[in-house]
């Protein structure tokens, strides 16, 4: 079993219910176990400027699949929730990053894990510090900082809000799936 952390994001339509779909399908995957939940949180976009405000989370899963048979699961996702992409960094019904994959390091032209974007993005670094908990003692694979100096670094955020939790009290029991209680 290898612990790995997928960030998710959507920006058009129904975002709140599309992440949570999301989950669902990756939850209904054999051989991947949801284990937390980040909160949802709303964010003002970056890159591309003009478009809605972005919904992001982070989820810790545990799973027997490799990371490529992660990644693949993960688009399979996208595309089932019928991901839409016209503009790079533009609007999407859904993202599915793969965040880290145990303490590998990974370098290939379809995969790199922990994955490069991540250190600066507030909407990325703050889910999954919560999910995360000690973030002092959370080691970043390929670097010799903690998740705790990412945040550091990240100081007070700007255009982010930590919104609700992402599985309701029911979801919750229903299944197995816990949200992060900070
Ligand atoms: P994007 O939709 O902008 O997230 O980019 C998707 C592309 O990034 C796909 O072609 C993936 O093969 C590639 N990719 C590289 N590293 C990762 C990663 N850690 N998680 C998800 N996709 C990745």
């Not at 995957?29 to 919904?55: A, E, G, H, K």
């Amino acid at each position: 079993m290898v612990r790995a952390y997928v960030g998710l994001g959507a920006n058009i339509g129904d975002p709140v219910r599309q992440l949570k779909q999301a989950i669902r399908l990756i939850q209904d995957t054999p051989d991947i176990q949801v284990r937390t939940c980040s909160s949802i949180y709303r964010s003002d976009p970056v890159d591309y400027l003009n478009q809605p405000d972005f919904y992001n989370m982070v989820a810790e899963l545990e799973t027997t699949l490799s990371a490529e048979a992660l990644l693949r699961r993960c688009q399979e996702v996208e595309q089932e929730l019928k991901r839409v992409r016209v503009i790079r960094y533009g609007p999407r019904t859904i993202d599915i990053d793969i965040l880290l994959y145990d303490q590998l390091l990974i370098q290939k032209e379809n995969l790199e894990v922990p994955h490069p974007k991540m250190k600066d993005r507030s909407f990325v670094v703050l889910p999954l510090a919560e999910v995360v908990g000690d973030t002092e003692r959370f080691l970043i694979p390929g670097t010799s900082e903690s998740l705790g100096d990412w945040v550091k670094q990240i100081g007070n955020p700007r255009g982010i809000l930590k919104l609700e939790p992402m599985l309701t009290k029911r979801e919750e029991e229903k299944t197995n799936v816990e949200n992060r209680k900070c």
